[in-house]
């Protein structure tokens, strides 16, 4: 399941239902002004000094960071819901209002579905 409002996703991660926060990733498309800083390029890794960057962070436009984790309680027919220290409360206004948004569709398709895996859901 993948259920997107502006930042604000829900999927199916590493076994678990996750909300996360998507935000611009700083090192996307620059991969050379690193080398040219004299970055070495090793393996998986750029290192300077005790630095080190795996190279994926150079690939992709975004990056996220788990906001809350989602777990389908057959008991009470419900999702209990983890946040991830204070993330929640550093959501800007309109952010947790799109947070509470992905919650309510993303609630009610692990419900419908249970405890199986729900197929991926664009908005």
């Known amino acids: 399941m993948r259920i997107r409002i502006n930042q604000i996703e829900c999927r199916f991660s590493q076994g678990r239902y996750e909300i996360v926060k998507w935000y611009p990733n700083s090192y996307y498309g620059k991969e050379q002004e690193y ?3 004299g970055w070495e390029v090793g393996e998986d890794f750029y290192r300077l000094n005790n630095t080190s960057i795996h190279k994926n962070c150079f690939k992709n436009p975004e990056s996220c960071y788990t906001v809350a984790t989602l777990r389908y309680d057959d008991g009470e027919g419900c999702c209990d819901m983890h946040t991830i220290g204070s993330r929640l409360l ?6 947790r ?4 948004a992905v919650y309510e569709y993303a609630e009610d398709r692990i419900r419908e579905e249970g405890l199986d895996r729900p197929e991926e859901v664009e908005f």
Do not use: A, G, I, Q
């Open 35 to 37: 080398v040219d800083k």
């Open 90 to 95: 550093d959501l800007s206004k309109s952010e």
């Open 97 to 100: 209002v799109d947070f509470f």
